[in-house]
């Protein structure tokens, strides 16, 4: 079934008194190169599977890492709206859900993920996607603990750095 939805990535842009301003975006892509962004009006499938990146800017990416802590779909532009459905819980994909992938989490500034694309029933085809993320220093260890079925001997670090929620309109 085809979906014409307006890919409108996510900006957010923080301030912390010992780094000065940044940004953190959230951007659509058409595949896992993501190479090629979808902004503007796409027409997609139900089931495509959605490919979606979450960088931080201002910082260098060897010393600070974005850590996606949950990510969530809702019908509604609202965060804790009741409908919803969680892609990723406690850094790691939905059990429930095995269309989800973490592809990158907190080791540099960019964190990736993707899921199949679905719409939910008796609301427009509108998705709000929105994402709980910290920024931890990357020296401490690796910022994200490693998810059931992972096999890491990697130190989770416990500095969070700062943290922000973000929301992106499909």
């Known amino acids: 079934m085809p979906t014409a939805i307006e890919g409108i990535g996510g900006v957010i842009s923080r301030y912390l008194s010992t780094e000065g301003s940044y940004q953190i975006t959230m951007i659509p892509y058409t595949d896992a190169t993501f190479q090629f962004p979808l902004f503007g009006n796409v027409t997609l499938e139900v089931n495509h599977q959605m490919y979606i990146a979450v960088q931080v800017d201002q910082f260098d990416s060897t010393q600070i890492g974005l850590v996606l802590d949950s990510c969530w ?71 994200a603990q490693p998810c059931p079925g992972e096999l890491s001997r990697r130190r989770r670090a416990v500095d969070f750095y700062d943290s922000a929620a973000i929301t992106m309109e499909f």
Request: glycine letters at 4%; one cysteine or more; a neutral charge.
């Open 73 to 143: 779909a809702t019908p509604v532009k609202q965060t804790d709206y009741s409908v919803r459905w969680d892609l990723i819980s406690n850094e790691c994909p939905n059990p429930n859900d095995g269309t989800v992938a973490v592809l990158q989490n907190g080791v540099s500034t960019t964190s990736y993920f993707s899921f199949r694309m679905f719409t939910f029933t008796s609301f427009s085809t509108k998705i709000y996607l929105h994402c709980q993320v910290h920024l931890c220093l990357l020296e401490k260890g690796n910022c």
